[in-house]
């Protein structure tokens, strides 16, 4: 066997705090941002901020008192909720971090390993995080998916062997009512089978369930308007206030000298960073407007385009990770209401002749091929695929056709005969 020594040139990307910070500025709310602002002045004595004035609010029945106590976002309660635990400082941080990639349903959108690179620590990192997010109220939060979060709410069941046998692999013969099926497969009687199927469906089907309270009140994070023949956008920057570096330290010299050089960086990055996230923001919301020109003209019920997070990170020279960033959990108020910036996202499907569609303009067809179809005799999913293909030109499976109606919360067609 050979030894030598061999020397291999490469580059990669390596994560500092710097640029991790720089991400989650991406990530953060108008709110989260704001708090983020004042923690920052808080911990820097080199960073001076001047709050806005109250005056610039756009709605002047609300007080500044009742913007801010309607803005309290579910994702802050539990920020504040998980500082008020005795955590190890890596808790503290993995937990916060998860809290923020939650998506509006309390699922983790993200796996453990991509979350392990994004936060720059170890899986088993991220499992302890997990563990103690699950405990936060309302509980469950962070599963992935569905049959988690079922499982999670009846962890502690008697009959849990049972219970997570039907969850994981019969949860379609319980939505068919299939008793003596279950009763024969899981060797129990049928009255068995019932009360189990009872203590399922008594479930939460996710943490996060809308409520008034809720929907009471959604800060956006961009305005539209139409100016002449274009849509133009802008930030909402309420209540972010100005930063100013503090000169009076700057003569400072010795082991406190350091330590103010070490301040001035962070301050520095600290503004570097806001104004790189406007720009970012600005450019990725003004490239998704400029391409739903008719869904706006049409004041919202006009066709989508198909709209992909690649084509506008190309049009902007971005990661798309970047653009997926920039548009989680943010919100445009728009001439006829406030919606989530990620609505203007939509896959296409391919036209016979050439071109594409998108699909929610399919979704909004099969809708209403259900609505007008016989009551005797539903369409099922491939007559439906057959219809679009010889009427609308739009090559689509029975399978998409059928993931499309679940998506719709419409029935199957047998169902829909027998409640017909």
Partial sequence: MKLELTQNQSTRLKMTKELRQAISLLQYTQVELVDFIKEQAMENPLIEIVEPSPTNFSSPNLTVEDYAERLVDWRQTLLEEQRLLTLSEMDKKVVSQLILN???????????????????????????????????????????GFREYLLFQVKNHADFSLIRLVIENHLPELADENWAYLAEHLSITRQKVMTIANLIKSLSPRPMLPSTKQAEYIAPDFYVEKVGERYEVSLNKYGEPRIYMNSHYKNIEGTAGEYVKTCYNKASWLIRSIEKRHTTMLKVAQSIVDRQIDFLNDEGKGAFAPLQLKDIAEEIDRHESTVSRTVAHKYIQTPFGTVPLRMFFTSKLQLHQGGSVSSKYVKYLIRELVRNESRQKPLSDQKIADVLNREHTIIISRRTVAKYREELNISSSSKRKAVQ
């Fill in 102 to 144: 939650l998506h509006d349903n309390g699922f983790l959108p993200y796996t453990k390993a991509e979350l392990a690179t994004e936060i720059d620590v170890e899986e088993k990192d991220v499992e302890s995080g997990l563990s103690i997010l699950k405990q936060l109220q309302p509980g469950g939060l962070g599963c992935y």
